[in-house]
């Protein structure tokens, strides 16, 4: 704009200073709704899963159950008592599965290995796996969070 | 100029013309099909086939060689206005077949078109007696091949039910205020129980047993009150069925509509459960069931009554129109638990009626709250659980239950909290916003007129 | 520090030449279709960058739709915001739409050398009620339901294209899944950009090196200010629209038990139609009501489309035939609303 000759020239530029301030600020403004839209929070999901009949859920057996989006590993030991374990690996969110052979929990992805109370023994894992809580009502192996 | 007015209005006409048969052929389905823009199957999805009807060649029903009900054809040609009504029922009824006619239930000769037909020797029945009617009508409704040509799902075990009954053995002994069946369904207009018009539809059995079982000079005789139709009326059945709920039970969802009580039931109470199957568990389970057989008491009914059975939130506790104070008052263990009963019932009824509450304002309000609306749900399903386990007595579940469902509670007042707390956020941001919007408006405005200042300084 | 910033970019961009050719354009200072135009592209803008960020979390299947614009209203945070914003935009562009072209109209700017614009400006109008109609559809909400059901049986009566456009909205003969999806997929992608080539396509298209009539101001700096102001305007507008007056979610549609209740209306835009409908006879000149009215609209399209063709030197006439089609449209309008 110097071709112009500058008359009232400071208050010139104090006025495009200041729209360029102002609209500066209005798009900063502006960004925040759209940014909090763009990275909301999970919602409470569901808290309680069945995992079947008691009776017909082996010891040294195990399954794999959703409680809303998280799958959850439900592990009937030999003794016949209920475990159950988030099963999302602590290491790269993979999914992890029961071993009826080691009888362990094991992580395929990067060869993670887990003991059956949920502590990380073996491979890359840095945290053991989150426990939630069985229990049997009517004849049903019930799954909440702890 | 003139020559493009002229234009424009010889285009214009033009236009429209040429245009308007054009138009036509887009749609109409014969001229669709010769249409070349439109595809065939479009235009033969859209407008319906209108060519002749496939129907034509369908064998037509055969007419019977004799007419074989010749009493219609007199009766409703008669002056008596009496006379002639039972033919006009008769041929608006269920029974209006020329398989039945009059003669099913009258007897007498049909094709007799002369008045020899009334002819009482040959056994013609001009009125039956009461206790001939539940014979007459089991003639028919008794025999399985008989009734099934008409009906497949009709029953045939009306009449025997009917003699088990009082109403039954008191219409046999010969006591004409006694019902039989023309009583309930009427006579020559019979209509099926599910036609809208049928005296025994079940929008109309309350009235219908009220007649006799609702008057008291009536029953008297009997030995019976007359206070049943009207309680069952102010019931929660009563009232839910006058509300729309169509699987309430009326008088004859226990009460068998023939049998009355049905055979070997010793009370009412072992009805309730074809609805209230947990409730009856439940209680069951109960130290209520093995006290109420040792003292002879029917189940259910003690505490809720059987006509009558009126909302139960008063039910619980101590107070002298509770029901456990009927027996329970010296007593120190069901006392106190009768008591922590109504306390869990109430703190969980309080719950759920302000969480609604609190929800009915925030929608309002004008917040969309899909979450809390789920929640709510999620906690009326849990008082309702609780009001039927509340039956066994078990104050561990019972707590358990009621600490269930204050927990949804809390996380709807939670949600809700934070919807509002969001909204006000939101306002704020918002006038914040406008107000830099209005500074940056007032600046540009400014702008424009410095701008165009210069402009007229430096260009004259 | 600011001018060393301007040297760097005009050091490695075209920017100042540019600039100075904006300089030099000029516009009537006062003539309202460009300002209405320039507030078209920033409606458009807004509505791109609002419409994306509700691609995100929409889903435009049938069964789950109305649910994902549930939460969006009522789950993510600034969800009613960014979702009033995308819907009162739409409101102004269509308005605004509107406007531009009976002024237009009016002014016979379609004369030579213009014709270009005017025509590209058609062809956005009809884009731009189509963007509109086509998004009302996805909330699949009980009326979202019966408007597209409707709105896309009148299209299919109109003359020689009806049915073909017809199927091309439902995707298929009747009203299915598909009718959504291809909503879908016109709304955000075909019709979008289609909308950005013709508005490049129709600024461009603005002859340069003719004289401007009466008193004129250079594009930059000065019309870019006014236009910058009111726009500023028009968005703190919706903006307070958008907090204050949010546009209902509405039921989920119900196509098996849901019935046409009494009042069905659709969006405003439509109620011209809707009106003529309702008091037409059954039946006109021989042809069934909607496809005359579907007729007579394609004529004065393409009379419309035939005017700088027409009446090349602007007759007064027009402004009048224009005129009196904007009070019809009008009355119509407000006859409908009552």
Redesign the interface.
Not at chain 1, 15 to 19: K, P, V, Y
């Given at each position: 704009?110097g071709d112009?000759a500058p008359?009232?020239g400071d208050?010139?530029d104090f006025?495009?200073?200041?729209?360029a301030g102002?609209?500066t600020?209005?798009g900063v403004?502006?960004a925040?709704?759209?940014v909090?839209?763009?990275t909301?929070r999970d919602?409470?999901s569901e808290r309680i899963a069945n995992a079947g009949e008691a009776e017909k859920f082996f010891p040294g057996t195990a399954k794999t159950v959703l409680l809303g989006d998280r799958p959850v590993l439900v592990i009937r030991l030999d003794d016949g008592t209920f475990r159950a374990f988030s099963a999302v690996c602590t290491h790269l969110q993979c999914v992890v599965a029961y071993s009826t052979q080691n009888k362990q929990i094991e992580c395929p992805c990067h060869r993670g290995v887990y003991s059956l109370e949920g502590q990380n023994i073996a491979g890359p894992p840095p945290r053991p796996l989150d426990a939630f809580v069985v229990h049997v009502l009517n004849g049903i192996v019930t799954i909440t969070e702890a | 100029m003139r020559c493009y007015k002229h234009k424009l209005l010889a285009v214009l006409a033009l236009a429209l013309v040429v245009s308007a048969p054009c138009s036509t052929s887009a749609d109409t389905p014969v001229a669709a099909k010769a249409s070349a823009s439109a595809s065939a199957s479009a235009s033969a999805s859209a407008a319906p086939a209108t060519s002749g009807s496939a129907n034509e060649d369908a064998p037509k029903p055969k007419r019977p060689e004799r007419d074989l009900n010749t009493c219609a054809t007199c009766h409703l040609s008669l002056p008596d206005a009496k006379l002639r009504k039972v033919a006009e029922e008769f041929a608006r009824s269920v029974h209006h077949d020329e398989r039945i006619g009059c003669v099913a239930c009258h007897k007498g000769n049909a094709s007799d078109p002369t008045v020899q037909a009334h002819d009482k020797t040959a056994g013609f029945i001009v009125r039956p007696t009461h206790q001939q009617i539940a014979a007459i009508c089991g003639g028919c409704h008794e025999d399985p091949t008989f009734v099934r040509r008409f009906n497949a799902r009709l029953s045939v075990d009306q009449r025997k039910l009917f003699e088990l009954s009082r109403h039954g053995k008191m219409a046999g002994a010969g006591d004409s205020n006694s019902p039989t069946c023309t009583t309930c369904h009427g006579s020559h207009g019979i209509q099926a129980v599910s036609s809208p018009d049928a005296q025994v539809n079940k929008r109309h059995v309350k009235e219908l047993c009220a007649k006799c079982h609702g008057n008291a000079e009536f029953m008297k005789p009997y030995g019976l009150v007359a206070t049943q139709p009207d309680a069952w009326a102010k019931s929660v059945h009563g009232k839910a069925f006058a509300g729309g709920h169509d699987n309430a039970p009326v008088c004859t969802g226990c009460h068998s509509p023939h049998a009355g009580t049905l055979p070997g039931t010793a009370s009412v109470a072992a009805l309730c459960d074809r609805c209230h199957r947990d409730e009856r568990r439940y209680f069951l389970e109960s130290p209520h069931s093995r006290a109420f057989r040792k003292l002879g008491l029917p189940d259910c009914v003690p505490c809720h009554g059987d006509h009558d059975v009126t909302r139960t939130s008063w039910l619980a506790g101590m107070t002298p129109d509770s029901a456990c104070s009927k027996c329970h008052s010296k007593d120190d263990k069901p006392k106190t638990v009768s008591m922590d009963i109504a306390r869990i019932l109430d703190e969980v009824q309080n719950a759920e009626h302000a969480a609604i509450i609190d929800l009915a304002d925030a929608k309002n309000a004008g917040l969309l709250v899909p979450d809390a609306s789920y929640t709510v749900d999620k906690l009326h399903t849990a008082k309702i659980r609780l009001i039927t386990t509340v039956h066994s007595l078990n104050l561990q579940q019972l707590t358990d239950d009621a600490n269930q469902a204050k927990t949804l509670a809390n996380e709807t007042k939670d949600l809700l909290a934070r919807a509002r707390k969001d909204r006000q956020l939101e306002r704020r941001g918002y006038f914040l916003a406008i107000g830099v919007a209005s500074l940056l408006f007032v600046l540009l405005v400014a702008q424009a007129i410095v701008l165009a200042q210069r402009r007229k300084r430096s260009e004259p | 520090m600011l001018d060393s910033m301007r040297k760097w970019v005009s050091d490695r961009t075209g920017a100042p030449a540019v600039v100075d050719r904006l300089r030099e354009r000029r516009i009537g200072s006062w003539s309202i279709p460009h300002y209405v135009g320039g507030v078209l592209l920033m409606l458009f803008l807004v509505e791109v960058a609002s419409g994306i960020l509700l691609m995100l979390p929409y889903r435009p299947d049938p069964l789950q739709a109305h649910a994902s614009v549930v939460a969006i209203a009522g789950r993510l945070p600034y969800g009613n915001l960014v979702r009033g914003v995308h819907a009162w935009s739409s409101q102004a562009f269509v308005a605004m739409l509107f406007v531009h072209m009976a002024l237009t109209l009016v002014m016979r700017s379609y004369k030579e050398p213009k014709e270009l614009v005017w025509w590209t400006g058609l062809a956005l109008l009809l884009v731009g009620v189509f963007l509109a109609f086509t998004g009302a559809i996805l909330p699949w909400s009980q009326n979202a339901y019966l408007q597209a059901r409707v709105s896309s049986e009148m299209v299919g009566h109109g003359p020689f294209f009806g049915q073909w456009l017809k199927r091309m909205l439902r995707g298929g003969t009747d009203l299915s899944p598909w009718s959504l999806n291809h909503a879908y997929g016109f709304h955000t992608g075909v019709l979008p950009a289609m909308t950005t080539l013709l508005f490049a396509l129709h600024v461009a298209f603005v002859p340069r090196g003719k004289p401007v009539e009466g008193p004129s101001i250079p594009v930059y700096p000065d019309f870019f200010v006014r236009l910058a102001a009111a726009c500023t305007a028009v968005l703190a507008a919706i903006i307070s629209l958008a907090t204050f007056a949010p546009i209902a979610v509405g039921t989920p549609a119900n196509l098996v038990t849901g019935a046409t209740t009494g009042d069905v209306r659709p969006p405003w835009y439509f109620l011209f139609l809707h009106d003529l409908l309702r008091s037409a006879p059954p039946r006109l000149l021989g042809l069934e009501s909607p496809q005359f009215i579907l007729g007579a609209l394609s004529v004065l399209l393409l009379f419309a489309a035939a005017l700088p063709l027409i009446d090349r030197r602007g007759s007064k006439i027009t402004a009048y035939v224009g005129a009196v089609l904007v009070v019809v449209f009008l009355v119509l309008t407000g006859h409908a609303l009552l």
């Open positions: 704009m112009d008359k009232g208050r010139r006025l495009g200073t200041s729209i102002t609209a600020a209005l403004m502006s925040y709704p759209v909090r839209f763009l909301p919602e409470a | - | -």
